[in-house]
Every structure is written in C-alpha cells, then in structure tokens.
C-alpha cells in the first residue's frame, strides 16, 4: 500500500514538472502590460495572463528566486520601475512600483543576484540628464533605500560580469564600471570605442572571457584578462546584414546566437576565443527579441511581427541548444497578441524525489 501511495506521489510531480517547467515574462510593446508565457521541458509554450506595469514597459530581468525587475519608459514620478515576484508554483504577483526620476531604459541584476541597476533619465538635473541607480535585491522584495547614484550621461544597454565589471554601452563608446561587494560603482578609466557609431546589443559570456557587442555587419569580440583588463580582440563577419536585434550566449560560453531583423545565425567559439560562423542559419522575418532558459537548453525567438484584422501579433519560435554548439528548431511556433520587447524566463524548482523500493517490497 505504502509503495502504491509513494508511486502515485511520484507520477503527480513527474507530471507537474512536465506541464510547466519554466515561467516567461514578456515585455509587450505598445501598452502598459507584461506578459506570462510558460514553457514545457518538450519545448511547448503556453500563453499565460497579462499583468499590469507602471507604464511602458521596455526591459526586465529575474532573479534565480524569481524576483522580476521591469524598466518602464515614461516621463514624470510615474517611473520608471515595477516590481513583480514568481512563486515556485508558477503564480506571479505585483509587489509593487518604484518611482525615480524620469523614464527608465534598462534594469540589469549582477551576476551574484545582490543588486539590480538601473538606467533611467534624471529631471531637473543641469549637470547630468541620466544615470545608473543601485537597488539591493531581497527574495521577494527590492531594498526601497537607494544604494547609490552614478551619473554618467550616455549609455542606454548594461552588461555585467561576474567579476564584477559593469558595462554601460552608448552608441559608440562603451564606459567600463566596477562594482564592489557593497554594491559602490567606480570608473575603472576604462572606454572602449567600438570605431563608429550603430552599436545595437551587448552580452558578456558566461564564464566572463569574453564581451560581444552586436553592430550592422557582425560582432565585436573584446577579452577580459585575469586583471578585469578589457581589450579588443576581433571582429565575426555577419553573413547576414539587417540591423542585430538580440545576442544569446550558451550557457557552456561556447556558442554565440546572433538575431537580426531576417535570421538567427550560430557562432562557435574557438579555444583562441575566435567566433566561427557554423553554418547554420534560420530565416526569421523581423526577428527582434530572445533569450535563453536559465539552464541554457532552450532558446526563445520572437519574430514575424505583424499587423492583421484582430490587431497587432508576433510569432515565438523555440530552439533547442545541442552540446555539439548547434541549435535545433523545434518548429513549436505559436501565436501572441502583441509585439513583444524584452523577455526572460525563471526555472521552476523541479520535484526531487528520491526512493528506496527496497524498502518497501
């Protein structure tokens, strides 16, 4: 009897963890929403409920416990943050909004998940118009106590390291900041000057060797050193030239997705740090928003953005990542309701369960 019980215990958390493996927030253009989306460990997505942001919401990021940071783009006391929470059943509440000055372009957690910055725009400030602000993130909560302020007047995408460097990207030139474990960002004096204008995205690699920074035409590879010293490496040729919507990098920092506004190319690292185009490309017509599940095994595409009698409607495309540093499509499409901006996903804590049969035999 006790055997039956702990089988049919079983099967009902197997099940569970088939039905919804991991939990996707979607920005949605053009409205004040943000949208659920959860995906299966098959690679089938379901479209979940909306919920309401302080505005326009345009980036996001989650934390590993599920804590969900929104930029919203809007003027006035209004902005520019929301701030929402996953539960490991899948439930999602709004825990609040935060007002800072002016609108915000970007929310970007650090790699130790103690800090969430923001770029936002400062009002009534003569000497700076925008800047980095430091919130310290709780598990389900932020810190309402502003860390810090940065002022820097320039960029509008972050990307941070685990060692601790911040990059703050500009259309041309990319400041490399410091922060230190009290959440302080300095100048390091660092600029990279990427040698004209058009910079589109930016992505550090996971085991933090490498920065990509996407512009027409290719990738900008920079190396970081053992003394966080940044320095140019080369350039990845683009076989492909509409402007770059998105980069995705594998979780084994072995292979680099570059989204444009017709295809998702793949790039393989070499051992010398090299991208090297592999041959696989996907066309996918105005392709312009990605992102990967926090375990690295699927990726998610939205592309063919459109406008058709029942109103505004994107497609999402999943892709499977191979170890062999090739991707798969698992031509599981379907259909949202709107444009979609940013998304990201939170993994779901999957039921471990662990028996004796022996026991019970």
């Known amino acids: 009897m006790i055997k039956i019980i702990l089988i049919i215990f079983y099967v009902i958390f197997y099940t569970q963890s088939l039905i919804s493996q991991y939990v996707g927030i979607v920005c949605l253009g053009e409205s004040t929403y943000i949208q659920k989306i959860e995906l299966d460990n098959n690679g089938n997505i379901t479209i979940g409920s909306l919920y309401t942001a302080i505005a326009w919401p345009i980036r996001l990021e989650i934390t590993n416990n599920g804590l969900v940071l929104v930029a919203n783009y809007s003027y006035g006391p209004t902005g520019p943050l929301s701030v929402f929470k996953i539960f490991n059943n899948g439930d999602i509440i709004k825990v609040r909004d935060y007002s800072l000055d002016g609108f915000g372009h970007e929310a970007k957690i650090t790699k130790d998940n103690k800090y969430c910055l923001i770029i936002h725009s400062v009002e009534n400030n003569p000497l700076h118009v925008a800047g980095i602000t430091i919130l310290e993130l709780m598990n389900d909560d932020i ?104 980069i995705i990098v594998s979780k084994d920092s072995k292979t680099v997705l570059l989204l444009n506004l017709g295809s998702l190319e793949v790039y393989n690292v070499q051992e010398n740090g090299d991208l090297i185009f592999n041959g696989q490309k996907f066309l996918l ?50 259909t949202l309701d709107n444009l979609p901006g940013e998304m990201k996903f939170y993994q779901l804590p999957t039921p471990s369960v662990d028996i004796d049969w022996k026991l019970y035999e």
Request: proline fraction near 5%; charge should be negative.
């Open 143 to 246: 810190n309402p106590y502003i860390r810090q302020f940065y002022p820097y007047g320039q960029g509008y995408e972050l990307a941070t390291s685990g060692t601790g460097l911040v990059f703050d990207m500009g259309t041309r030139y990319i400041k490399i900041l410091q922060m230190d474990s009290d959440g302080v960002l300095t100048d390091t004096g660092q600029l990279l000057d990427t040698g004209d204008t058009g910079n589109q995205e930016l992505e550090v690699s996971p085991d933090n060797k490498y920065v990509y920074v996407a512009k027409i035409g290719g990738l900008l590879i920079y190396e970081i050193d053992e003394n966080n010293n940044v320095t140019y490496k080369g350039r990845a040729q683009s076989s492909y030239y509409p402007d770059p919507t998105d």
């Open 285 to 334: 017509p105005l392709a312009q928003s990605a992102t990967i599940t926090p375990d690295g095994k699927f990726v998610v595409v939205a592309y063919d953005y459109r406008l058709e009698q029942e109103g505004l409607l994107s497609t999402l495309a999943v892709f499977r990542m191979n170890f062999d540093g090739t991707v798969t499509n698992l031509n599981k499409d379907v």
